[in-house]
């Protein structure tokens, strides 16, 4: 059984950095491509950033492109979101997933099949 736990959320004010934390067990990490997504009050959950299996490639929403930076550590069995410059628009609730199947970073929810319970981020300006 796959979980994920999330960690690392708050409030803070616009301009700071935050890094979101994923934990990650169940079986082999290293086997999944893994995602963050956020979903802001009264929004569709949309996609953040994504990395590949071993690591090598990475791919972010243009909204966070130049701010955010993904990584993982396999040995850790974790997933990290790094966030600097936060806007007020980055407020939502921030979600991990991992993806079994596809090697690419996908963009798409749909191809998440486990999800962690979301973690807050509140940006004020």
């Known amino acids: 059984q796959v979980q994920l736990v999330e960690s690392g959320g708050g409030s803070v004010q616009a301009g700071v950095s935050l890094r979101l934390s994923c934990a990650y067990s169940?079986?082999?990490?290293?086997?999944?491509?893994m995602g963050w997504f956020r979903q802001a009050p009264e929004k569709e959950r949309e996609f953040v950033a994504a990395?590949?299996?071993?690591?090598?490639?990475?791919n972010y929403a243009d909204s966070v492109k130049g701010r955010f930076t993904i990584s993982r550590d396999n040995a850790k069995n974790t997933v990290y979101l790094q966030m600097n410059s936060l806007k007020p628009e980055d407020t939502a609730v921030y979600y991990c997933?991992?993806?079994?199947?596809?090697?690419?970073?996908?963009?798409?929810?749909?191809?998440?099949?486990?999800w962690g319970q979301g973690t807050q981020v509140t940006v004020s300006s």
């Open positions: 990395i590949t299996r071993g690591g090598v490639s990475t």
């Open positions: 997933a991992a993806d079994p199947t596809s090697y690419s970073g996908s963009n798409s929810a749909a191809d998440y099949d486990y």
């Open positions: 169940g079986r082999t990490f290293r086997t999944y491509t």
